[in-house]
């Protein structure tokens, strides 16, 4: 059977990789129209993005072991077709509770999109090839949720958040084209001929795997920070310092490209485990940097500079740490490539209320140093004292 083309199946599993933020993120500066819309108030209508990550969530830890059973094709087909369905039962929504659950449906079908683009490239490369294809995904990972909202805000204005939906509801109809095209990745032989029993013990065994489990968390907490900065940082830039919607996107796109940027710099390292080490100590230092500039009521630029040096360390993590948990669990590629996204957004979803307490500029540089502290300690307890000093004391950057 012909295969697809690299650049197809990049550019599919791009999309992909995307889909799920796209999903969850796109619709937020249109939140106070769909207020009044419905007749809602504000903290119902954020109800339909708490659903939405919970369906994240949820979703990637049910078609990982399908895609392993099944095969990568339908279950991303069948994932395609929810994802339809419930756009258009959003758009024809009676009440703000039915959009609240038809956002639920609509975060699951996302989810299939992103665990099966991390199994496809498991099945079809390994080593390098696996790293440079995971960094193209761990970038668009780390820019798809900041970019969203921007993309988003320009259209909010001009079509309204069903306009923003109809174009929600385009792209699942181009990806469900680009899934129906796709060619099987897992060969018949090669998936899981398992019933379910034996997928629980599946994920038993793969979360009996501490290398796996401390990259995962470690994974989690730094999606902690770029969730914490997603939550706050409206209200840092136009509330705290008085700045614009504008002048807020453009910081936006500024870091969103910090993030994407440091991704794709990930595999120039000579060990993904050097990456992974090196961003999260530098991930540290920035973090504790900005805290104390938080605390002491620092200048915009100032708070700005740091989070830019922030995020750009958190995205040299995302690829190298993703390739190393997947290459911890290679045989159990659909269930690793499910835990991994499920917990980042499940721990997205923990952490982003906790900026609102009390202060938020202190709350906010607390969570900071408490997310970069913990991915540091994960990344430790991964590699281990002997094998951490090895890969921090080398030459851990060089071109290639």
């Not at 029993?197 to 009996?208: K, Q, S, T, Y």
């Not at 190393?324 to 952490?351: D, H, K, P, T, W």
């Amino acid at each position: 059977m012909k295969e697809n083309s690299k650049v197809f199946v990049l550019i599919l599993l791009g999309m992909l990789t995307a889909f799920g933020p796209f999903v969850t993120d796109m619709y937020l500066p249109s939140l106070p129209s769909m207020g009044e819309y419905f007749g809602a108030t504000s903290s119902q209508v954020q109800l339909g993005l708490t659903t939405s990550m919970i369906g994240l969530a949820v979703g990637q830890v049910l078609f990982g072991p399908l895609s392993d059973r099944y095969g990568r094709r339908r279950p991303l087909v069948a994932a395609m077709w929810l994802f339809l369905a419930s756009t258009l039962m959003c758009l024809f929504a009676q009440s703000i509770f039915q959009f609240v659950a038809f956002r639920l449906l609509q975060g699951i079908a996302g989810a299939g999109g992103i665990v099966i683009s991390r199994s496809v490239a498991a099945d079809k490369y390994s080593g390098r090839e696996l790293a440079k294809m995971l960094a193209v995904i761990g970038a668009i990972n780390g820019v798809a949720p900041v970019a969203a909202p921007i993309v988003g805000g320009v259209f909010t204005d001009i079509i309204g958040w069903k306009g923003i939906f109809c174009i929600l509801l385009g792209l699942g109809v181009l990806l469900l084209a680009g899934s129906y095209r796709f060619r099987e990745s897992l060969p018949a032989e090669w998936r899981s001929a398992a019933g379910w029993g034996d997928v629980f013990r599946g994920f038993r065994a793969v979360l009996g795997d501490r290398a796996y489990v401390a990259y995962v968390i470690q994974f989690a907490f730094a999606q902690g920070v770029l969730f914490a900065y997603i939550a706050s940082s409206p209200f840092i830039i136009q509330q705290h310092y008085g700045y614009s919607p504008l002048t807020f996107s453009i910081c936006f796109a500024v870091n969103a490209v910090s993030i994407g940027v440091a991704a794709a710099l990930s595999v120039r390292f000579h060990r993904a485990a050097s990456s992974t080490l090196s961003g999260c100590v530098a991930m540290l230092v920035w973090a504790v940097a900005e805290c104390v500039a938080l605390f002491s009521g620092c200048s915009f630029w100032l708070y700005e500079l740091l989070l830019f040096g922030l995020l750009f360390s958190m995205g040299l993590t995302f690829t190298s740490t993703t390739t190393l948990a997947m290459e911890c669990q290679r045989e159990n590629a659909g269930i690793a490539s499910a835990l991994l996204g499920a917990l980042g957004f499940a721990f997205g979803g923990i952490v982003s209320p906790l900026v609102g307490l009390g202060d938020i500029m202190q709350s906010t540089g607390l969570v900071f140093v408490a997310c970069a502290g913990g991915s540091l300690l994960c990344a430790l307890a991964a590699l281990g004292r002997r094998r951490a000093r090895l890969y921090f004391s080398v030459s851990t950057f060089q071109r290639r």
